[in-house]
C-alpha cells in the first residue's frame, strides 16, 4: 500500500506519504513514554497491541495499515490514508469490537497528523482537513458485518496543526491529540469508525479508555473503585469502609467526580481503642503501651506500677500490692494504701482529749488521704480489749478524718483508753492486706499538771486582746513555748485557733466585736504538753466600746483627717480613673482609627454607612470570623455537588436547613484538608470581610464552618455562576438594556463597597456572579491581603497575582489601590460585558498591556456597544486617577441611559460625523500601516487577506464593514468581532486625526 501510495502520480503525494515513516519513529518516544493515567481504565490502546490489529478497511484501496517496528521490536500499528487528487472519497476504517466493561461514557484520544491541504498545489477541490470519528454499540463480540448506516457519529476530527511541505523539510513533528467523549454507553462492546472523505491522515495511535475514581485510602477509610456518572456535573456519593482496627467517628465519605477524581472528603474512621494511626493504618499497641480510648491518639506507655505483656492493650494491669481505684483514669499510675500516720501524740483536761498525728511517710501515691480512729479499752491485759462504748464523743467524727487530729469527749475518768489510727486512701479497700496501725494508749487520771498560771487581759479593743500569764516558777523540764487556744464560746469544739508564743504573753488580732471568747494556754516541754490553763472568759466590746468620751476632740480631729483623706482618695481615684478612661478611651479609638484605616488613601466614611473594618487589625484574626460570621452547625449543611475549584478547596452547591424556615440552596466553599494554619486564616477572610456586608449586589454569606472539618464558608446560590462563563455561553442573546441593568447592578455593589472604605482590587467578571434573575452580585473577597504580603506580586511581569488587564496602572506600577483603580477596573468589566466575556486586550501579553496602556492605547468599543457607554468606559481608564467617575456618578448615569433608553441607540460602529468634542476621543496610537495595526490586535496572520484585496491603507481600511471583512477571509467570528471593533476604533482616531489637519 505504500508503494501504492509513493507510486501516486502526483509529487506532493510522495512527501505526505514519505513523512509517515520518518513521522512514526519520531512519535515511537511520545507513544510510549507516556504516562499512565490511575484514573484511566484503558479499553484499547493500539500502541500496546503486539499481534496484528485486524481493522477492517473499507474500501480496500482506502486507508491503508501499516505496522512497523520500534528499536525494542515493539509493533506500531498506523493507518494512513491520503487520496487527496480524487474526488468523492469515502473510505472506512473499522476498529474490532471493543468491550465496554464497567464504562458509562468512554474517551477516544486519536493521535494523527494531517497535512495543510494549502500547501499541496492543485488540489483545492478534493483535498480536505478533517476526518469524521463513528461508533457503533452493539452486545454481539463476534465481528458482524460493516455497514456505514448503523454508526452514529461522535465528531468531526480537525487537526489543531497541519503540517506543510516546509515542515517535512525541517522534519518538524505537528502530532495533534484529540479526545472526544461518547456516552453513556449501555450495550456490552462497541466499534469505532474513521471515515475519510479525501484527507491526507496518517492514524498514529488510537487509545480507548474511560474514567474511573480509583480505589483510595482517606482519613482511615477505603473507598472502592468507583465509576463516575455519565453527567459530569453530578458527583457519585461514597461511603467508605473503615480500615482493619478503626471504627467510624463521622461517616466517612468522598464524591467521585466526572474526571475520576476524588473530592470533600467528609467524616473519618479512628483507629479503635488498643490501636494507633500509622501511614493509613491502625497499628496494635506495644506490649508495655496501652491505648484506653478510640481516636486518634498515640498508645501511652504504661503509667508507673502497671503493665500490659500482650499487644494492642487498651489497659494496663497493676503491679502486685498496687490497684486503680473505680474512678481513677487509665492514665494515672497504680498507687497502693498508705503507711500508718506517725507520732500520735494527745492532750487532755478535766472534759476533753485533744489526739493529733502526723501524715503517714508514705500516701501510697494519692492525695485522697483520710483517717480512722477505733477506740478500745483495754485492762491489765492488753489482749483483753473491748470497743468503747457509745458515749464517747469524737468531734468531727471518728472515721473518714480529713485533718489529722480529732477530739475526744464525754470519756470516763480513771480508764485506759487506746486509740488505734489508720490512714486510708481511695484504694486501701481493694487491699486484702491487714490495715497496719497507729495506736496510742492514755489514762484518763493523765493530764500533766498545767504549768501555766492564771491567764489574765492587759488590754483589749473590739478585735483584739492581749494576755499574759504567769510562767511556772521552777519548771522540771524548760517551756519550750506556749500554746494559746481559743474560740467562740458559742461554738465551743466546732472551731477553734490556736497560735503560739515563746514568751508568757501573746497579742491576738482578728477578733469579731462583741463576741465572747474563751482562751487557754499550756506550756510545751520537751516531755510533750502540760494541761490547760484554766479558761479565761472575755467579751469583745461594741464598735463605739472603742472611743471613749473624753475623746471627743480627738474623735472629731480623727473623724475630720479621715473625712479628708477619703475625699482625698476619691478624688485622687477619680481623677486617675477619668485619666486612665481618656487614655482607653484614646487608645481604643487609636485601635479603632487603625482598623478603619485599612480603607486606604484617607478615605472619609459615608456617613450612615457602616466603615468597613479590616479582619487583619485583630490579633487574632478567629475573633474577627466570629464577630463578623455566623457559626453553622454542619449537620444543617447537606453538600449535593461540586460546582467548581476554589482557591482551596472544591466549590460545592447544596442546601441549607435554618430551623423554622425553609431549605435554601446554597454556595459552599471548602478548605482542603491538610492546610496549614495561613491557609485556614487566608480562607476564613474572605468570610471575616463578606459577613460585613449588606447589600443585594454583594454576595450575602450565611456563616461559616469552623468547628469541625471540613472548614466552609456558605454563601448564597448564584444560579448562573460567574459573569465571565455566562456571558460566554449566552453570546448576543441579551439586549443592550439587559446589559446594562447588570452592569448598573455591579456598579452599586462597588458604590456600596466604596461607601464602606472597601478597596475590592480584583473586580472582573469572573469574579461576578449571577442569579437566575440576572442580578449580579460582587464576590471575591480574597486579593487584597495577597498583595498586600506579597510585593513581588505586583511587579511580576508574568502577570502574577495582579490581574494586570483589569488593575489600573497606578496599581499595577505602585500599588496605588483605591476606590479610583476599582473603577478602571470597573470600566474593563463594561468593556467584558458589552463583548459578551471576551478577554480584555485579547492574546496580548501582559507587558504588551502594559506598555499599550502607558502609550495611551485603550480597548476599543466592542460591536454593538452604545457610544455612550464605551465613552464611560473610556472615562473610568483615565490616566490621572482623580478624573475618574465615582461609583456614585456610574450609577446616576447608569440609572439615566435606563431610564431614557434612546440615549442607547448610537453604536460606536454608526458614528459617521465628528464627535461633539473631539477631547471625548481617546488619544489612540498612530498607526504608520496596516502591517502595524495588525500587529496591535494580534491579527497579523491576515495581512496578505487585506493587501490582496487591495486594502492598503488605513483610510481604506476605516470604511470596511463586517461583510467586508468576512470577503477578504477573516472566517472566524471572534476574529472578526476583534477586527471591526478595532476598525471603529481606527475610524474614530482618523477622524480625530482629521480635525486636527494630521493626515496618515
Ligand atoms: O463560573 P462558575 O460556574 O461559578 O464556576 C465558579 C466556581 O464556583 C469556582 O468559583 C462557582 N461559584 C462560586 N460561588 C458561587 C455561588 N455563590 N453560587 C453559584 N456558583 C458559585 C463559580
Known amino acids: 500500500m505504500v508503494g501504492q501510495l509513493l507510486g501516486n502520480p502526483v509529487g506532493i503525494l510522495d512527501m505526505s506519504c514519505g513523512v ?89 484520544e486519536l493521535r494523527f497528523t494531517l497535512r495543510d491541504c494549502n500547501s499541496i498545489p492543485w488540489v483545492s477541490g478534493t483535498c480536505k482537513e478533517t476526518f469524521n470519528l463513528f461508533y457503533m454499540e452493539t452486545d454481539e463480540s463476534h465481528a458482524i458485518k460493516f455497514k456505514p448506516g448503523q454508526y452514529t457519529k461522535i465528531d468531526t476530527i480537525a487537526a489543531d496543526e497541519s503540517f506543510t511541505q516546509m515542515d517535512l523539510g525541517d522534519r518538524i513533528l505537528k502530532l495533534n491529540t484529540e479526545v472526544r467523549e461518547v456516552g453513556p454507553i449501555t450495550k456490552k462492546g462497541f466499534y469505532l469508525a474513521f471515515q475519510d472523505i479525501g484527507a491526507c491522515i496518517a492514524l498514529v495511535s488510537v487509545r480507548v479508555y474511560y474514567k474511573k475514581c480509583p480505589f483510595t485510602f482517606r482519613n482511615l477509610a477505603t473507598f472502592p473503585d468507583t465509576i463516575p456518572r455519565v453527567d459530569s456535573s453530578s458527583l457519585v456519593e461514597v461511603r467508605g469502609a473503615c480500615v482493619k482496627n478503626a471504627e467510624e467517628r463521622d461517616t466517612p465519605k468522598l464524591y467521585c467526580g466526572a474526571d ?121 491485759d492488753p489482749r483483753q480489749c473491748e470497743l468503747c462504748g457509745g458515749d464517747l464523743r469524737f468531734v468531727p467524727r471518728p472515721q473518714g478524718l480529713i485533718n489529722a487530729s480529732v477530739t475526744v469527749l464525754d470519756f470516763t475518768a480513771h480508764a485506759n483508753y487506746t486509740f488505734e489510727i489508720e490512714s486510708l486512701n481511695g484504694v486501701s479497700e481493694l487491699s486484702s492486706f491487714p490495715r ?65 508564743t515563746k514568751a508568757p504573753s501573746v497579742i491576738i488580732t482578728g477578733l469579731k466585736p462583741s463576741t465572747r471568747y474563751i482562751f487557754h494556754v499550756r506550756a510545751r516541754t520537751s516531755a510533750g504538753y502540760s494541761s490547760y490553763s484554766p479558761k479565761f472568759e472575755y467579751e469583745t466590746g461594741d464598735e463605739t466600746s472603742d472611743m471613749a468620751a473624753d475623746q471627743g476632740q480627738v474623735l472629731v480631729i480623727v473623724t475630720a483627717a479621715v473625712g479628708g483623706f477619703t475625699l482625698l482618695v476619691i ?41 468597613y473594618i479590616d479582619p487583619d487589625t485583630y490579633e487574632d484574626p478567629t475573633q474577627a470570623v466570629h464577630e463578623f460570621a455566623k457559626e453553622i452547625d454542619p449537620s444543617r449543611i447537606r453538600i449535593e455537588r461540586v460546582i467548581g475549584a476554589g482557591e482551596f478547596g472544591e466549590v460545592c452547591s447544596g442546601r441549607l436547613r435554618t430551623p423554622g424556615k425553609r431549605e435554601i440552596p446554597v454556595a459552599i466553599k471548602t478548605l482542603k484538608g491538610g492546610y496549614v494554619e495561613r491557609q485556614r486564616r487566608d480562607f476564613l477572610r474572605e468570610a471575616s470581610i463578606m459577613g460585613q456586608f449588606d447589600h443585594p449586589n454583594i454576595i450575602r454569606l450565611e456563616g461559616v464552618v469552623t468547628k469541625s472539618r471540613p472548614v466552609m464558608i456558605v454563601v448564597e446560590y448564584m444560579e448562573n455562576g460567574s459573569l465571565d462563563s455566562f456571558l460566554r455561553k449566552h453570546d448576543g442573546h441579551f439586549t ?40 449580579c452580585k460582587v464576590s471575591d473577597f480574597g486579593l487584597s491581603r495577597v498583595l498586600e504580603d506579597d510585593p513581588e506580586a505586583a511587579y511580576t511581569t508574568s502577570g502574577g497575582k495582579i490581574p494586570i488587564r483589569w488593575t489600573a496602572p497606578e496599581a499595577i506600577a505602585y500599588r496605588k489601590f483605591s476606590s479610583a483603580s476599582d473603577a478602571w477596573s470597573y470600566g474593563i468589566v463594561m468593556w467584558e460585558v458589552m463583548s459578551y466575556g471576551e478577554r480584555p486586550y485579547w492574546e496580548m501579553s501582559n507587558q504588551d498591556v502594559i506598555l499599550s496602556i502607558e502609550e495611551g492605547y ?54 459617521q460625523g465628528l464627535p461633539e468634542s473631539p477631547g471625548d476621543v481617546p488619544e489612540y496610537p498612530m498607526f504608520i500601516s496596516i502591517g502595524d495595526w495588525l500587529d496591535s490586535i494580534k491579527m497579523s496572520q491576515y495581512k496578505n487577506n487585506f493587501m490582496a484585496a487591495g486594502y492598503t491603507t488605513l483610510d481604506s481600511v ?25 476598525i471603529q ?14 493626515h496618515v
Not at 985 to 998: A, I, P
Open 736 to 775: 443592550v438594556i439587559q446589559l446594562v441593568g447588570m452592569l448598573r447592578g455591579i456598579a452599586s455593589g462597588m458604590k456600596y463597597l466604596s461607601d464602606m472604605g472597601y478597596v475590592h482590587r480584583d473586580l472582573a467578571a469572573r469574579n461576578i456572579l449571577v442569579n437566575s434573575n440576572l442580578v
Open 20 to 108: 509517515k515513516f520518518s513521522l512514526i519513529f519520531v512519535l515511537l518516544r511520545v507513544l510510549f513514554t507516556d504516562s499512565s493515567h490511575s484514573n484511566q481504565v484503558v479499553l484499547l490502546d493500539t500502541t500496546a497491541v503486539l499481534g496484528e490489529l485486524g481493522w477492517k478497511t473499507y474500501p480496500m484501496n482506502g486507508w491503508d495499515a501499516i505496522t512497523e517496528m520500534d528499536e525494542h521490536n515493539r509493533p506500531i500499528h498506523t493507518f494512513q490514508v491520503c487520496h487527496v487528487m480524487e474526488p468523492n472519497q469515502n473510505n472506512w476504517l473499522r476498529s474490532n469490537w471493543i468491550s465496554r466493561e464497567a464504562a458509562q461514557k468512554i474517551y477516544v
Open 985 to 998: 476604533t481606527l475610524r474614530l482616531q482618523l477622524l480625530h486625526v482629521q480635525e486636527k489637519g494630521f
Open 958 to 982: 476605516s470604511t470596511m464593514s463586517i461583510e467586508d471583512v468576512r470577503r477578504i477571509g477573516v472566517t472566524l467570528i471572534g476574529h472578526q468581532r476583534r477586527i471591526v471593533s478595532s
Open 436 to 500: 497496719p496501725v497507729a495506736a496510742i494508749t492514755i489514762s484518763t487520771d493523765q493530764g500533766g499538771p498545767s504549768l501555766v498560771g492564771m491567764v489574765r487581759k492587759d488590754w483589749a479593743s473590739q478585735n483584739s486582746i492581749a494576755l499574759s500569764w504567769q510562767e511556772p516558777e521552777q519548771p522540771t523540764l524548760p517551756v519550750l513555748d506556749y500554746e494559746i487556744k481559743y474560740y467562740e464560746k458559742e461554738h465551743e469544739q466546732l472551731s477553734y485557733s490556736s497560735t503560739r
Open 260 to 380: 475520576g477524581d476524588w473530592l470533600v472528603p467528609l467524616g473519618r474512621c479512628v483507629c479503635s481503642v488498643g490501636y494507633e494511626e500509622l501511614d493509613g493504618t491502625c497499628l496494635a499497641c506495644r506490649p508495655g503501651f496501652y491505648k484506653a480510648f478510640s481516636g486518634n491518639i498515640k498508645c501511652s506507655k504504661c503509667p508507673p506500677h502497671s503493665f500490659s505483656y500482650e499487644e494492642s492493650s487498651p489497659l494496663c494491669h497493676c503491679e502486685k500490692g498496687f490497684f486503680r481505684a473505680e474512678k481513677d483514669p487509665p492514665t494515672m499510675a497504680c498507687t497502693r494504701p498508705p503507711s500508718p500516720p506517725r507520732n500520735v501524740i494527745f492532750n487532755i483536761n478535766e472534759t476533753s482529749l485533744f489526739l493529733e498525728w502526723s501524715p503517714p511517710s508514705d500516701t501510697g501515691g494519692r492525695k485522697d488521704l483520710t483517717y480512722n480512729v477505733l477506740c478500745k479499752k483495754c485492762g491489765a
Open 571 to 611: 478624688l485622687t481615684l477619680f481623677f486617675l480613673i477619668t485619666g486612665r478612661c481618656q487614655w482607653y478611651i484614646k487608645a481604643k479609638m487609636k485601635s479603632e482609627e487603625k482598623r478603619r484605616a485599612h480603607y486606604q488613601n484617607g478615605h472619609i466614611p459615608f456617613p450612615g454607612i457602616k466603615t
Open 858 to 911: 485603550r480597548l476599543p468599543a466592542p460591536m454593538g456597544c452604545p457610544v455612550a457607554l464605551h465613552q464611560l468606559m473610556l472615562h473610568c481608564w483615565q490616566k490621572e486617577r482623580g478624573l475618574r467617575p465615582k461609583f456614585t456618578d456610574i450609577v446616576s448615569f447608569l440609572d439615566k441611559l435606563i431610564r431614557n433608553p434612546s440615549s442607547l441607540l448610537t453604536l460606536v460602529e454608526d458614528i
